[in-house]
Each structure stands twice: as C-alpha cells, then as structure tokens.
C-alpha cells in the first residue's frame, strides 16, 4: 500500500524550488543533458513497480515523443518556471501517480506511489543529470554535485518524495544508487520495449524536421541514440539487459562524449541555457493544460 505524504504548503514552494543562477539552474540547464534521456528512461523501467506501470498505464510505444515531453515538461517547470508552475505540477504529478495501479508479472500486487518506486523515479533524474555532465559538459565540482543533490532533494517535496525516501549527503546517495542497481532493477519487457524505440525512432513532432530530413537523419539518430544510452549504462546493466558491446561501440561512444564536452566554447546560449529555452518552446503546449509558463 503507497504511504501517504504530503505535499508542501504554497507558503513553502518559494523556498524548495531552485533560484535563478543557482547551481542547480546552471546543472539542469545544459542542452548536452539530453543525452542522458534514454538512460534515465531505462534506469526508471528497471524497476518492477516502475515498468509495471508504464506497461500496463502508458502508451509510450505509440507516443514516445509525448512521455519524454512529459518528463522534460515536469523537469524544466520545476526548476525554472517559477514557485506557482512547479507547485502546480508537482500537485498533478502525485495525483496522476494515485491512479497507477495493478498486478506486476511475477503476481504481485503494485502502486506507483509506493516510496520506494515513487523516489527511485525522481533518483534517477537527478543521477543521469549528474552522469550525463561528467560525460557530455563540464564536470560539476564536488561542492556543486553536493549542492545539486541537496537542491534536488528539497525539489522532491513537491511531489511528496519525503526527506527520509532518499539519503542525505552524495555519498550516501552514490551507494543508495549501486545497491538499487544490484538488488532491485531486474529485466522485463519494459525495458526492451524502451530499448526498441532506442532502436526505431519515431519523427519527434520538433519545428523544422520535415519528414525528407526524417528519413535521412533517423539511422544515424537512431544507432547514435542507442550507443550513447548502452554506453551510460555500463557493463552491470548491459549484460543484464542482453545488449552487446563491442570495442568499436566503446570508440565510438568515446567519441561522442570527447565531441560534446569539447562543443562548449562554441554552443549556442540558447542550449547552454536550455531550460528557460525548453519553457519558451513549450509555452503554448504548456499553457494548453492550464499551467502558466
């Protein structure tokens, strides 16, 4: 049965959400993040409650595109659109999560706001964004990952992820983090079905991307996508998972991080600052749901 929290008073959300030029804005606003999205993605499924749910109470093989606008929508309103927008979102977070119901595989019964699931989800956000800047940005400093997480715990109260769900202090998050990875996430059917969608890119429904261009990008999108994702999730949940490595893989994905941490004197601001830029692409798609932006 999910315990029940709850969520913080409006008085409060000023003090839980990020201020601008924070540590935690310039962290979570580097464009190159976006790398780490099929990670995160894997890393959340991974875990029985979590894959259960997606597969039984999402449609993100027809839509793929929607749910990672979904996450980057609840990411971004967050962290920079402002106390109102991220206590609005937060309050529908839980309350969609109190419908996600069910039976998992092996038989036994689920919720997605069990705490464990339910912080595991917003653990895995704030980990891939971290590992995603080690390997594609600029490698935060010790004090600024310490800042970062305390920041990303305090953001989790919106949801009602309680301070006792996640552990104080990196240290103690890293070692949460590896026990997770070695006695709870397991391989089922939601992974793979990720995983396919890694490998048979949908058009993302983006301005510009006609479908001639589709056509031409989506190979290269597609096996540079997987070879970034496979890459982050190392040897431990590779080999779980059933996917190969190969030392050309290694070359290649070495690469590509060596080309993206290497692209940051000359990277646009707009992606520099990617989440203000995110807020202001989505603002009509946002507003549309009754969120001001």
């Known amino acids: 049965m999910a315990a029940t929290a709850i969520l913080p008073a409006p008085e409060d959300v000023a003090d839980l959400v990020p201020r601008p030029g924070s540590v935690t804005w310039r962290i979570a606003g580097d464009g190159r993040l976006l790398a780490g999205a099929g990670y995160a993605l894997l890393l959340q499924v991974a875990h029985p409650v979590v894959g259960a749910g997606v597969a039984q109470h999402s449609d993100y093989r027809n839509d793929p595109w929607g749910r990672l606008w979904r996450t980057l929508d609840y990411v971004n309103l967050t962290i920079f659109g402002g106390p109102?927008?991220?206590?609005?979102?937060?309050?529908?977070?839980?309350?969609?999560?109190?419908?996600?119901?069910?039976?998992?595989?092996?038989?036994?019964?689920?919720?997605?706001?069990?705490?464990e699931a339910f912080a595991w989800v917003h653990a895995t956000l704030a980990h891939s964004i971290l590992r995603s800047h080690e390997l594609f940005g600029v490698r935060p400093s010790a004090w600024e990952r310490e800042r970062f997480y305390a920041d990303?715990?305090?953001?989790?109260?919106?949801?009602?992820?309680?301070?006792?769900?996640?552990?104080?202090?990196?240290?103690?998050?890293?070692?949460?983090?590896?026990?997770?990875?070695?006695?709870?996430?397991?391989?089922?059917?939601?992974?793979?079905g990720v995983l396919e969608t890694l490998v048979k890119p949908a058009r993302p429904d983006v301005p510009l991307l006609p479908e001639g261009a589709w056509k031409v990008l989506r190979v290269p999108a597609a096996r540079g996508g997987l070879i970034v994702t496979s890459g982050m999730l190392g040897p431990k949940l590779r080999a779980r998972f059933g996917l190969p490595w190969t030392r050309s893989d290694a070359v290649q994905f070495n690469a590509i991080a060596a080309a993206s941490r290497a692209s940051g004197p000359v990277l646009p601001r707009r992606l520099r600052a990617f989440g203000p830029t995110y807020l202001d692409w989505r603002r009509d798609a946002?507003?549309?749901?009754?969120?001001?932006?």
């Open 84 to 115: 109102e927008a991220a206590a609005e979102i937060g309050r529908r977070t839980r309350e969609m999560h109190k419908r996600i119901k069910g039976v998992r595989p092996d038989g036994e019964r689920y919720h997605a706001l069990e705490p």
């Open 152 to 192: 990303w715990r305090r953001v989790g109260r919106l949801i009602g992820v309680r301070e006792r769900d996640l552990p104080a202090g990196l240290g103690a998050f890293n070692r949460y983090f590896d026990a997770m990875v070695d006695d709870v996430l397991v391989d089922n059917e939601t992974v793979h």
């Open 286 to 293: 946002i507003r549309a749901t009754g969120i001001a932006v």
